[in-house]
């Protein structure tokens, strides 16, 4: 096939380097059939060529297997996890592979974070869009408890439910979120335009979301900040939207 005219395409060049100009062990790191597979914890597990399996703990620079134990040498063990960390085939210390609860694609995220891929997790700070009321909310946090399975009140506020079980439903049942996927992650927000504005932050009421209900505000460069509405106007609303699911 002959490229167009103005195709990019880059010179004819191999990914891996010249092994011959390497140390052997790098060499060996590059070109033998291994398997790796993180066990979390900076542990990775590698099945090499010979079909022996050894432990290596990236953090501390350690292997299992005896050309390491014996001579204390960085071996062929090591340098494989770094290459395969290197070329995105496996997570780095301190993340873990997951599929994400939004978009169903493979994603490495941190540890300790929720099953949703960077791309679709909402960080807390960020402004957002309710695409049914178009209010203004920040978000506080991004979990990976499926909408489905989180009970809140029916309505109100947490003050008002008294613990009958008729007075709970599902984020995924509540009125107006019942055309989000069930399974969408729930984020946690909060009105920072509406109420007392001497209230502290971490003091404001918090309601739960579908993932798909929330849009990014991004700013536009020709304006100074995102379009909203006033906060007398984002009140009303969170008032009167009985889809609204408080925390």
């Known amino acids: 096939m002959?490229?167009?005219?103005?195709?990019p395409a880059s010179q004819r060049h191999a990914l891996a380097p010249d092994t011959r100009l390497l140390d052997p062990r790098a060499a060996r790191a590059w070109t033998e059939k291994m398997a790796v597979t993180a066990l979390g914890g900076g542990?990775?597990?590698?099945e090499s060529d010979s079909g022996h399996t050894y432990a290596v703990d990236l953090v501390d620079g350690k292997c299992s297997c005896p050309d390491h134990q014996m001579r204390g040498v960085r071996c062929k063990h090591i340098r494989r996890v770094a290459l395969e960390i290197t070329g995105g085939r496996v997570p780095a210390p301190g993340r873990r592979v997951v599929d994400c609860l939004a978009c169903g694609r493979e994603a490495f995220v941190r540890e300790d974070d929720p099953a949703v891929c960077d791309h679709c997790r909402l960080p807390p700070g960020t402004t957002v869009r309710d695409r049914e009321t178009d209010a203004l909310l920040?978000?506080?946090?991004t979990t990976d408890e499926r909408a489905d399975e989180v009970t809140v009140p029916k309505k109100g506020t947490l003050a008002d439910f008294d613990g009958g079980v008729d007075e709970e439903t599902t984020v995924a049942d509540y009125p107006?979120?019942?055309?989000?996927?069930r399974e969408d992650p729930v984020v946690r927000a909060v009105y920072p335009f509406s109420g007392d504005p001497d209230t502290p932050f971490e003091d404001l009421q918090r309601y739960s979301f579908p993932l798909s209900r929330l849009d990014r505000v991004v700013s536009r460069p020709d304006r100074s900040?995102?379009?909203r509405s006033s906060g007398r106007e984002e009140a009303d609303r969170r008032d009167t939207d009985r889809s609204l699911a408080p925390a």
Request: aromatic share 8%.
């Open 2 to 7: 002959t490229p167009t005219e103005h195709t």
């Open 138 to 141: 920040v978000v506080v946090e």
């Open 225 to 227: 900040g995102p379009t």
């Open 43 to 46: 542990i990775y597990e590698v």
């Open 176 to 181: 107006n979120n019942r055309h989000y996927p």
